[in-house]
């Protein structure tokens, strides 16, 4: 028997191995390479001035106020966006799940949105919101240029990146939903709850996890972006995120030592965010791993 | 009355959902002349733009090239994930756990945080814009969303079956083309979906990884296009091509919607 279970252990890892290799070459030995480049002043236009340089490019980044507004942009637009398709996702889950007519069309349309690729998207809404193409000033009667203003040029990203991801906050919400019992619903009905007080102590603590669920991977997804502000405002009007700073100081200032800075900083970000969610929530990942 | 309000809410969110899709395909069937009547209905239809996008290089190359890219991450994602699923599911060995945690952990991660390293690497060994580039990221990135999904289709299929088969004198090749194979089929495609969405869907690799027609995908060449000058954004070419790479893989998604809906929920609720 012990033959057999380390014949298995072998063949699981064999199989495993692959994958995991892919995974590791990837992603854990660039982030180490990315370390040791923050370390060094390196910019591809003067490779010739190749030094380690310390933690001076880190004291240069945190001492710059282009660092600090583009991390409250980014704040701004994971806040405002995960806010409000929380809310709206959760509306839609409800209108899915209790929808008489029409159930699969309603789920095909709310596909729709993530089927569409984000610059497309993010082109679309721009479009729309154009002072000479645009309809959205025709129809509201307005003569805004959307994105040359700072406010409205948040409220055109936000609206695009809420427009884009409800479906799948929806979608998620929706599988919580299916969960809750409606036996529960119905014994709850009998012994007097109105419909206000059956959703908020019967099915909101029900779905409490596929919220959470929801909450994780859209705010660490939200702090990530990048497509909707590059292809609406390319970070004018103080739009910047900080994936575009460290795209800008990458791939266009080809500062490589700079920039790797700024990724370090940008992934210590999301292990922070990582981190105040499990401390804050528990977590639903490790009792899925560990059932897993 | 309350059957009213469901069907109220029913139509307002069909049309959130088709509102920016039915405006670009209006957009690209406007004549150039009318882009700018700021109506979103088109007066007059016409197709200059679909053959303005198809009788250039760029878009052409740029679908080519996505196509390709796309396909060949999906494939090499999807059999990488199914050798992993597959031991994780079914066979007890030490590590697992980790193995799950930590594709979760890469799916979080944040893709700006190596493409300097990536960028320096592929300069250096001349990945730089080819399409071995894009699809070494696109397989790693998707490979955690394919361990995850495969894994939670896999858990419901009844692998007893093999066994009776075997029993009833299959051989190991005959069970698995015959009673696993078809079993299996659903979760795989659905997962080669997901994965094929993300890699069609990616811009920040796109455009940091390429810097031609060579490797150069679709959302990238969009973002890039110009127009007759600099300074004038080509709306009905942008909104064109849009188009084309948009209804394809739309129209995939509601086919399959039923399963695609159990692949996106059932790696992250069922777990």
Known sequence: MSDGSQSERRLGWLLCAPALTAMLLVCAYPVL??????????????????TFVGLANYVSILSSPVWWQSLGNTLIITIGSVTVELILGLAFALLMHRAVFGRRTLRAAVLVPY???????ALAWKFAFDPTTGFVNALLGLDQAWLTDRGSAFFVIIFTEIWKTTPFVALLLLAGLTLVPQELLQAARVDGAGVVQRFFRVTLPLVKPAILVALLFRTLDAFRIFDTVFVQTRGAQDTESVSIVGYNTLVVRLNLGLGSAVSVLIFLCVVLIAILFVRGFGTPFTQRGERG | MERLFWRAGTLIVIGYALLPVA????????????????????????????????SDAQFPAALWNSIGIALLATLLAVSLAMFAAYAIVRLEFPGKRWILAGALSIAMFPPIAIIGPLFNLWRITGLFDTWAGL??????????????????????????????????????????????????????FTTAILVFIFAWNDFLFASALTSTNNARTVPAAIAFFTGSSRFELPTGSIAAASVVVTIPVMLMVLIFQRRIVSGLTAGAVKG
Request: aromatic share 16%; proline share 7%; net charge neutral.
């Open chain 2, 135 to 188: 699809i070494v990221p696109y397989t790693t990135f998707t490979l955690p969303l394919a361990i995850w999904t495969l894994s939670a289709f896999f858990r419901d299929i009844p692998w007893d079956l093999d066994r009776a088969a075997r029993v009833d004198g299959a051989s190991g090749w005959q069970a698995l083309r015959y009673v696993i194979a078809p079993l299996a089929a659903p979760g795989v």
């Open chain 1, 115 to 121: 089927a569409m690729i984000t610059v497309v998207a």
């Open chain 1, 33 to 50: 390479y990315a370390l040791w480049l923050s370390l060094h002043r390196y910019d591809l236009r003067f490779p010739q001035e190749w």
């Open chain 2, 23 to 54: 405006w670009i395909v209006s957009l690209s069937l406007k004549p150039a002349a009318e882009l700018n009547d700021q109506r979103f209905f088109p007066r007059s239809l016409s197709l200059e733009h679909y053959r303005a996008i198809f």
